[in-house]
């Protein structure tokens, strides 16, 4: 059999049931009692042992073989599930999930199963001796179990009667012989077929995601031939012309929303390792958190499936290191334990809205205005007028960072602005909540579907650039006389209140002259965090249909632009980053 | 600096091609095989903010890609495009970059092993790799992946004063 034909259903198949396995360990470990969760990683266990021998990955067979054959003494009640065998579930999950790459990637597997061979075999040898329980919702036990070591069943501690009871049913099976992990994977007969597979029956194909962007980037293309059209119509007085036009434009809109819908998916994919994520974490820095995911069917497009894993990373990294007191700080201030920590994710209208909420500490802004201060980003005298909100909002400032130590300002500096940039090239924008003593809310928005925006382009001397509607406002075009300065800033009186404004030709160092004594001066409004700004140009073009094309990392970091688009005539419009230039 | 990557001698006696350009007064040399393409100029729109030697980005059949002035790191004084003007597509990874040269001049033939390593002054240019006599003349040899980088300055440490935390 020719094994690569076979090795792109293997590589997704292999993906979810080690997802499976992820999740259903972590539940294991919340609800030990629950054996039907036990059986669940059986099957997902089970099936990828059959896979994996299929393809002639031996060691991967190997271990889940072994890990089936523990699992299986778990699921008929003859062994306990303790803290040792989760983190040593865990260790065989990291284990294959390394193994299943190096397979992937057409590499030799050069994981090292001997260790944890032997550490199923030894929990394994534990139950027949009677192995002690450690009941995982036994808060008493709680605090020692942050650390690791503490996994091996002692056959001489206290055993229980219903242990012993159970396990004199206990009848011994072949295949569990101490040296089986030579024994061949393939042994079907040796263990229960699993439970039929799910009944559902999906009517759905797998397509490769190349071919999906390939699609996307010709339906692209064919909205820019379009505009082309439409433009060169204009020009052209041709019987029927325009309508067919038209008609055209009708279906290719169609046709991008089909190729956007068929490139959602469900934001679980970059849920799914959070879990385990944040369990280590806690682990690690002795803290006690409960976390929970709402929201993971909610669909999104795949480059934001792609992008967004880091950012949230950052949140979640930040919530549970510095967000989350440690359990004593919590105890004496009254507030609950575990600590919580929500990751939600839901759709409303044409935005995608991710929210990373702990009941921490909170932001003090107080200290973070001192730091901003001392880092020269503001003045005091800005930090002494600035609210609250505002304050909290320098995180996201680019030079805003806690270099001398992480934990300052509850270390919610570190990698904040990396945060913003990443979300706003994905056409996004990032809040922040939070109180003190309350905890922090981060909220993340997305657009829906990501490569094509509508956008108003303005002109700049010579230049053109795109600001998404979705930074925007409103427009004016204001006379020159309006404009006063106020504290050594230009502003407008707009509707009764002062507009802080922005001249993009400064802003941009955009080349040649401003316009000469022109009659009135175009204003874009745009948010910027808390408050407003108005974005100078010298001209409004018109609105249009973007399509983003990404700027190479090569040009550098870049603060003012996020994107470019082709216009209808092949030239190139650079996508602002309206909030960041209104910042400048 | 090493040798741009000229291809192994076969048995049957090599010819290594190389393509001559233009920049300002002097001419190059770079190997054929490094060249994706060579495209007419077309506009090249300017990126505020990007890295000092990026003229800025242009469409290439639906692509953004960044395009190099190197007369900028080379001291030599930028002029208008004209008809002579190209951009020479290079593969630079996962991605393609732009380098724009007055003019591109002919393709010749070679003895790899006529390429002489630069001397005296010479190799302390960080993009010549070696010198070339053409017919009546010598000719720097460039690597085009050294002229697309930032002189001196390793790109990590571009911005590399802010302590962050990892991922």
Redesign the interface.
Known sequence: MDTADYMGVYADESDEHLRALSDNILRLEAEPEDLSVVADIFRSSHTLKGMSATMGFDEIADLTHRMESVLDQVRHGRMPVTRGLIDALFLCLDALQEMVDQAVEGQAISTQTAPLLARLEELEAGTRGGGARIPLRHPARSPAQGQEGVHVVDPLADSQPGQRAQAATYEPRETREPDSGAVPATTEAAVPAPRSADSKVQRTVRVDIHKLDDLMNLTGELVIARTQLAELTSRHDVPGLSETVAGIGRISSDLQRVVMRARMMPIEQVFSRFPRMVRDLARAAGKEVDFRITGAETEIDRTVIDEIGEPLVHLLRNAVDHGIEPPETRREHGKPLPAHVYLDARQEGESVYVTVEDDGGGIDPDRVKAKAVHQGLITQGEADSITDAEAVHLLFRSGFTTVDHATEVSGRGVGMDVVRSKIQALGGRVEVDSAVGEGTTFTIELPLTLAIVEALLVGVGEEQYAIPLSAIEETHAIAPSALTTVHQERVISLRGSMLPLAFLREILEVPGDPPVDPLEIPIVVVKQGQRRVGLVVDRLIRQQEIVIKPLSGALGVLPHVTGAAILGDGSLALILAAEDVAAA | MTQPALPEESPLGHREQLVTIRIGAEEFALPVGQAREIVPYR?V???????YQ?AG???LR?????VVEPKRRMGVPEREPDEETCIIVLD?GD?D?GLMVDAVREVVAIDPDCVQPPAGAMAEVPYLVGVVELADRLVGVVDPEAM?QPSGVPASD??GS????S?
């Open positions: 506009r729109t300017r990126v505020p903010g990007a890295a990026f980005v242009m469409n639906g692509d953004v890609i960044p630079a991605h970059i697309i571009a911005d802010t302590a962050r935390e991922p």
